[in-house]
Structure formats: structure tokens, C-alpha cells
């Protein structure tokens, strides 16, 4: 999939309602694990992280802490 130019990816894993996700932006790899039932959700919150790290990357502070 891909978000803003950076290619993610969101897999099940072996654990019921846990899903996997991955992207990179530049030499960084980012990767982790969240918890849900539905897979969009799953997709939204990688999509929103991506959004975080841009922002990071941008040297913008990040809103609500």
C-alpha cells in the first residue's frame, strides 16, 4: 500500500486481532504491531504514524504531544 509517497505494509498476525505493519522513509524502517478486530482501523493508525513521522522528518512539532 502506499501513503504520501511511502510504501507501508499492514499483515495479520498468527495472534487472533493483532495485526503487523512496516514502512520506510529514507534509511529508517519502522515497524510494529497494533491491536484490532477491523482491518481499516489497522490501516488508519499506520497511515496516521506515517503522517507522525513526516512530520518529525519535517522538523515540525508534533500537535496533542
Known sequence: MNHRGIEFTVAKAAIPGIWQWQFRIGEQV????????IDL???????????????????QPEAGG
Do not use: F, M, W, Y
Open 41 to 59: 482501523l489497522a490501516i488508519r493508525r499506520v497511515r496516521l504514524r506515517i503522517d507522525r513521522e513526516l512530520k518529525r522528518a519535517a522538523g
Open 30 to 37: 519502522k515497524s510494529g504491531k497494533t491491536e484490532t478486530k
